[in-house]
């Protein structure tokens, strides 16, 4: 098993920045891909970005492309999404995930493992 804990969320205004961290246990000797998905108030669960083990391989939904930036230490256990000049529809709770083995897909069906969310508000 592994855990996943989200943290970083909070309210800022819009174009405003925000670093998320998310701090996995348990079974993290493994090799894992890491995933951010967002679910805003009346939506579906969304994909917005992943990396993979190494951290060679980074995907970012084109709403967040050039805006938001995924990291990891694997030392630490650790994954980051940087979010930056945030807008009013960033508005969501962030879910970190992850999937094991190497495969940074933006289907969330793919990951094992999920956190449980933290509320990032962007006030306009």
């Known amino acids: 098993q592994m855990q996943l804990v989200e943290s970083g969320g909070g309210l800022v205004q819009a174009g405003g920045s925000l670093r998320l961290a998310c701090a996995a246990s348990?079974?993290?000797?493994?090799?894992?891909?890491v995933g951010w998905f967002r679910q805003a108030p009346g939506k579906e669960r969304r994909f917005v970005a992943s990396?993979?083990?190494?951290?060679?391989?980074?995907y970012y939904a084109d709403s967040v492309k050039g805006r938001f930036i995924v990291s990891r230490d694997n030392v630490a256990n650790m994954v980051w999404l940087q979010m930056n000049s945030l807008k009013a529809e960033d508005t969501a709770i962030y879910y970190c995930?992850?999937?094991?083995?190497?495969?940074?897909?933006?289907?969330?069906?793919?990951?094992?493992?999920w956190g449980q969310g933290t509320q990032v508000t962007v006030s306009s």
């Open positions: 990396i993979s083990w190494s951290g060679g391989v980074r």
């Open positions: 995930a992850a999937a094991l083995g190497d495969r940074p897909t933006s289907n969330d069906l793919a990951y094992d493992y």
């Open positions: 348990g079974r993290t000797s493994s090799s894992y891909a």
